[in-house]
C-alpha cells in the first residue's frame, strides 16, 4: 500500500489544519496517523478501525479528530487548538496496533509537515 499525505503547512498557536492520506490500493483496512518531531521517535497520534472506531493520544484528545471516507480511499486528521508541540511530520500507515519498531521503513510515505510557531 502507498500513501500520499497532504494538507499540512504553517499556523500560528490555536490554529486548524485538516490534514489528508489517501491510501493506493486502498482496502479497508485500521489507519493511523503519526507523527514525528525532530529529535523525537515516531509516535502514533489517532487511530481508526474499519468499523469507524478511533482512539487517540492524550496529547492531543480533545483537539484532534481522525476520519475516514472509503468511498474517496482517504484518512483524514482534523487538528485544532494546535500548539507548538504538535510541529512535526505526519504520516499515516495500517494496522496501528503494530509496535511502531516493526512497522517496515519502506511503508511509509513522505509525510506532510506541520508546523506551528508564532
Known amino acids: 500500500v502507498q500513501f500520499v499525505e497532504s494538507g499540512g503547512g504553517s499556523v500560528q498557536p490555536g490554529g486548524s489544519l485538516r490534514l489528508s492520506c489517501a491510501a493506493s490500493?486502498?482496502?479497508?483496512?485500521?489507519m493511523g496517523w503519526y507523527r514525528q518531531a525532530p529529535g523525537k521517535q515516531r509516535e502514533l497520534v489517532a487511530s481508526?478501525?474499519?468499523?469507524?472506531?478511533?482512539k487517540y493520544a492524550d496529547s492531543v484528545k480533545g483537539r484532534f479528530t481522525i476520519s475516514r471516507d472509503n468511498t474517496k480511499n482517504t484518512v483524514y486528521l482534523q487538528m485544532n487548538s494546535l500548539k507548538p508541540e504538535d510541529t512535526a511530520v505526519y504520516y499515516c500507515?495500517?494496522?496501528?496496533?503494530?509496535?511502531?519498531?516493526?512497522?517496515?521503513?519502506?511503508?511509509w510515505g513522505q509525510g506532510t509537515q506541520v508546523t506551528v510557531s508564532s
Open positions: 490500493p486502498f482496502t479497508v483496512y485500521d
Open positions: 500507515n495500517t494496522e496501528p496496533w503494530r509496535p511502531i519498531t516493526t512497522i517496515p521503513e519502506d511503508s
Open positions: 481508526i478501525t474499519s468499523g469507524m472506531s478511533t
